[in-house]
């Protein structure tokens, strides 16, 4: 039989043993840390990501309804496609703000309807009396 007692070290085992080490029995705080900093890392850097990929549409709120939708559209195609010219697109897009044309026109033809009917005596239709 063996002159050892059993309850004393080898004499070639090391006296200290790191803490990162497991311990007799099987736990391991390494890996359950690193397992801890991964979680934390990877949920940390998706909520960077999806802020990021936000970014044009919080640049585009105050502008026109129809860019802040053309924006919306790039950057969710950004998002799924992975392809960054549609992200550089939107955030282009919500950095230049596009002139109002729309408006002027409106205004003129409106001015044009009043004045045709003041010529002819009949009263202006509505925008949605077409019918």
């Known amino acids: 039989m063996s002159d050892i007692p059993p309850n004393t070290l080898h004499p070639m085992a090391p006296h200290h043993i790191p803490s990162f080490m497991p311990d007799a029995a099987g736990h391991d705080p390494m890996t359950f840390w690193m397992g801890m900093f991964m979680v934390v890392a990877i949920l940390g850097l ?12 919080q640049m585009a709120h105050g502008v026109s309804g129809t860019q802040l939708q053309l924006v919306s559209i790039l950057a969710l195609i950004a998002l799924f496609t992975h392809n960054n010219i549609f992200w550089v697109l939107a955030l282009l897009l919500a950095a230049v703000k596009l002139p109002d044309y729309l408006t002027p026109l409106e205004s003129i033809a409106n001015s044009l309807k009043k004045s045709a009917a003041e010529n002819t005596g009949d009263t202006p239709k509505e925008d949605g009396a077409d019918v």
């Open 46 to 57: 998706g909520t960077l990501y999806f802020r990021l990929h936000s970014l044009p549409e």
